[in-house]
């Protein structure tokens, strides 16, 4: 196992189309999570699944955004209707579940860095 | 979630010992410190992680005074390479990393 992994690396799309991204998690980590990160800024939390099941979405997440994780391997994030302020680094990562109390570290991939024209 | 305060950029040379200090005032009692370190164009990487004390590891050491209000990361002997941003997170077992708020980190810049 490489790590986590993100398909594709780059996209360029006009603006009013949907795009797909995928994320490939380290296979025995139970959580997945979803960053948006524009330049000069740090990674915003943007959805995390844990199995399947999605637990947590930021407000950053419109209605736009939607995120699955079927069979609690591999996950997708689609954005429809793209807009010019979609585009950033889309950051994927995966880290074990947590035991209370005990640290985890979040493994992150190299992203998808998204250009809508 | 604890708000973290860094500054926003240093400036080091090749050799020297470089430590950041990120203040979080609000953390909790379950709450674990970490750090990442990120390139350009790459996904940040996990650098060291602490509750109290000192932690060390074979990159960094992470000090943590006992009100845990603040910590420090220091890095030895920076390189070139070390050159990139420095991300302070707060949060217990179920937020670190992973739904923490990163914040805008701070920028090193290594010079020769």
Redesign the interface.
């Known amino acids: 196992d490489t790590g986590v992994s993100q398909d594709p690396r780059h996209k360029i799309t006009k603006r009013g189309q949907n795009v797909t991204f995928r994320c490939d998690p380290i296979s025995e980590h139970n959580r997945l999570y979803w960053y948006r990160q524009t330049l000069g800024q740090g990674p915003e939390f943007l959805t995390y699944f844990q199995n399947e099941a999605q637990l947590e979405k930021s407000r950053l997440l419109s209605d736009r955004f939607s995120a699955e994780r079927p069979k609690g391997s591999f996950s997708t994030l689609e954005i429809q209707r793209t807009e010019q302020g979609d585009s950033a680094m889309y950051l994927c990562a995966s880290s074990p579940l947590s035991i209370r109390g005990l640290n985890t570290e979040a493994f992150f991939g190299q992203g998808t860095r998204l250009t809508v024209v | 979630l604890a708000k973290t305060t860094q500054p926003i950029s240093m400036d080091s040379y090749e050799g020297q010992e470089v430590n950041i200090t990120c203040s979080h005032n609000n953390i909790a009692t379950?709450d674990?410190i970490?750090w990442y370190q990120q390139f350009p164009?790459?996904?940040?990487?996990?650098i060291i992680?602490g509750?109290k004390t000192k932690v060390t590891n074979e990159v960094a050491s992470l000090f943590i005074p006992a009100d845990r209000k603040s910590s420090t990361l220091s890095l030895p002997r920076v390189s070139l390479s070390d050159t990139a941003?420095y991300?302070c997170l707060v949060g217990?077992?179920?937020t670190?990393?992973?739904?923490?708020?990163?914040?805008?980190?701070t920028t090193l810049t290594v010079k020769p």
């Open positions: 379950n674990y970490t164009s790459q996904g940040p990487r996990f992680q509750y941003v991300y217990d077992g179920d670190n990393a992973g739904k923490s708020t990163f914040g805008d980190g």
